[in-house]
């Protein structure tokens, strides 16, 4: 398994700032310390987890209690606001330094979640809610995640999405339920502010 590098500090979330995340201090040093040609997704506080972790924080009766889905957790943000709603929390990634990365910043808030490092899209899932931050990145992407979210919403779990309107996001079935003006990376999204959505499916 490929070691956790070492260029990250721990910084508050801009729009979540009760949650502290080990973040990328230089985007092209730490991807090149990884030894792996994925990006590091997990080092940086996304528009879309921001979005959804808020409003956990802000609405902590939708989750408190449940069990609960993280899917594609990266730095495990939206799993520790979970978390600290008192949900029984899966982080799941397909990237092992996701896991890591969600450990080290759930073990740094304080909140215990457990974490799962498979594809689980072609496969059903009992969680009373699940949660996709800024999943709709890619269009391969999109294509298998949606199929597994309705899978779930059909078997009566309450499925969260937040977005930055990204361009795979699908343009029906879904309820607008919170909007925020999110802080982001410059390096990342070549703009500093994203009006990112959260949906209820």
């Not at 899917?71 to 990237?95: E, F, M, Q």
């Not at 391969?140 to 899978?151: E, G, I, K, N, S």
């Not at 079935?173 to 994203?194: C, F, I, Q, S």
Request: glycine residues 6%.
């Amino acid at each position: 398994m490929p070691r956790l590098p070492d260029h990250t500090t721990p910084e508050p979330v801009p729009l979540v700032p009760e949650i502290t995340l080990h973040t990328a201090t230089d985007i092209t040093a730490l991807w090149e310390s990884t030894g792996t040609p994925d990006p590091p997704f997990w080092a940086f506080p996304w528009a879309g987890g921001q979005a959804l972790a808020r409003h956990l924080l802000d609405h902590p009766h939708l989750t408190a209690g449940q069990r609960v889905l993280d899917l594609a957790t990266g730095s495990g943000l939206v799993a520790i606001a979970a978390a600290r709603t008192g949900a029984h929390v899966t982080a799941n990634d397909i990237d092992p330094l996701a896991g890591d990365a969600a450990t080290r910043n759930a073990h740094a808030n304080h909140v215990t979640i457990t974490v799962e490092i498979t594809d689980l899209l072609d496969t059903d899932t009992d969680h009373d809610a699940i949660l996709a931050g800024d999943v709709f990145y890619d269009r391969d992407m999109a294509a298998r995640v949606l199929p597994f979210l309705h899978r779930a919403h059909h078997r009566g779990a309450l499925v969260l999405i937040g977005d930055p309107q990204r361009a795979h996001l699908p343009r029906t079935g879904l309820t607008r339920v919170a909007t925020h003006d999110v802080p982001v990376p410059h390096d990342l999204e070549g703009t500093t502010r994203r009006t990112t959505h959260v949906w209820r499916l």
